[in-house]
């Protein structure tokens, strides 16, 4: 059997676990979020614990398996906690700034950046230099925060552009003159 989807996840105090067949839904104190199970696994909420079990052992039954296990365990952990990202912009005149909903960046183009809050996402920009999204859902914050980065990707050179806080940009040397 799989390792992750053996493993059982347990409910946190204040978070309320639904099952209406094979769909799940998890409300917590930070929102709530549903997903559909793969009819191939059975999900059982018991004595406070969610397990995920298969059908049978076949190839692709074992590999949705821990997938699964792993996609309701996030979403147990994005109710709950929330899973943000912080973004560095770096770079002489690179800021960002929130005006409403929106982010609006300087990044050394000749117009101002702007990017909208989506659903489910919330910005947050502490001081210019530094960016923090936050949302419940793992694969949205993911995703929005890769395209707040796309909008000007570090550069190796001077490393001007916007990386992620954990993110180590490999610096390369300029041209040598003779």
């Not at 390792?3 to 769909?23: E, F, K, S």
């Not at 409300?27 to 979020?33: S, V």
């Not at 406070?48 to 052992?57: A, F, L």
């Not at 659903?119 to 419940?136: K, Q, S």
């Amino acid at each position: 059997m799989s390792r992750i989807g053996r493993a059982p996840i347990t409910i946190p105090a204040g978070v309320d676990v639904t099952l209406d067949g094979n769909t799940i839904t998890v409300k917590g104190p930070k929102g709530t979020a549903t997903r559909t199970v793969n009819p191939e696994l059975t999900v059982a909420v018991e004595n406070g614990v969610i397990t995920i079990s298969r059908s049978n052992d076949e190839k692709y039954t074992r590999s949705i398996h821990g997938l699964n296990r792993t996609l309701v365990a996030n979403m147990v952990h994005g109710v709950t906690e929330g899973y943000s990202k912080t973004l560095e912009v770096n770079g002489v005149g690179y800021r960002a700034a929130k005006e409403g909903n929106k982010l609006v960046m300087n990044l050394g183009f000749s117009h101002q950046v702007f990017v909208p809050e989506i659903e489910g996402i919330t910005i947050e920009v502490p001081n210019p230099n530094t960016v923090v999204i936050h949302g419940t859902d793992k694969q949205k914050v993911g995703q929005f925060a890769a395209e707040v980065r796309g909008k000007r990707p570090p550069e190796p050179y001077k490393g001007k552009g916007i990386k992620y806080a954990d993110e180590v940009i490999r610096r390369k040397e300029g041209k040598t003159g003779k």
